[in-house]
């Protein structure tokens, strides 16, 4: 099913060898978190979605505020997105540098979160200037969560300083 979604999108034949992005199965269990910015329903595993909780009142007490972006994609989700963004002239090299192919998504293990805050654009390098990307540099590793892709991943994937995830 994999192969197919990706000869359909375009995906080269050699994503995720030689040091690209690992491949990641769907969360067998979800509870939900809450909508996120747009209203939608996010899920997460349950252990994630304790730790998110734990982790947003530790945030608010400290006066910052998180908001949940996206959790949980799927993997039909992940081939959409990128439908998406191939039906508005992307190319698959540009769309891959800013999210993984279907089956390679960290998201797809329902613990992975894209995080906001007000005041500054959603999804945007400007996270990194904000007073909850300060708060998560000290704070998230308590709750199990890190950063999944610095400046200069090994996995090529664009600096992203509002995805943050749980590695256990």
């Not at 990128?82 to 993984?100: C, T």
Request: proline fraction near 7%; aromatic fraction near 10%.
């Amino acid at each position: 099913m994999l192969r197919e979604l990706h000869q359909e999108l375009g995906i080269p034949d050699d994503y995720g060898f030689d040091g690209g992005p690992p491949t990641f199965t769907e969360a067998p269990e979800l509870v939900e978190v809450g909508p996120n910015l747009v209203g939608r329903m996010q899920r997460l595993t349950p252990v994630a979605a304790e730790r998110w909780t734990s982790m947003t009142s530790a945030a608010t007490a400290d006066s910052v505020m998180l908001l949940l972006v996206s959790g949980f994609r799927s993997i039909d989700y992940q081939a959409r997105l990128i439908r998406k963004k191939i039906n508005a002239g992307q190319s698959i090299e540009e769309i891959l540098r800013v999210n993984a192919a279907p089956g390679f998504s960290e998201h797809h293990t329902g613990m992975a979160v894209d995080i906001a805050t007000p005041g500054s654009r959603p999804l945007t390098e400007e996270f990194e200037d904000t007073e909850a990307f300060n708060w998560l540099g000290k704070n998230a590793e308590r709750f199990g969560f890190s950063m999944t892709y610095p400046r200069d991943n090994p996995w090529g994937f664009i600096y992203e300083p509002w995805h943050w995830s749980i590695k256990d």
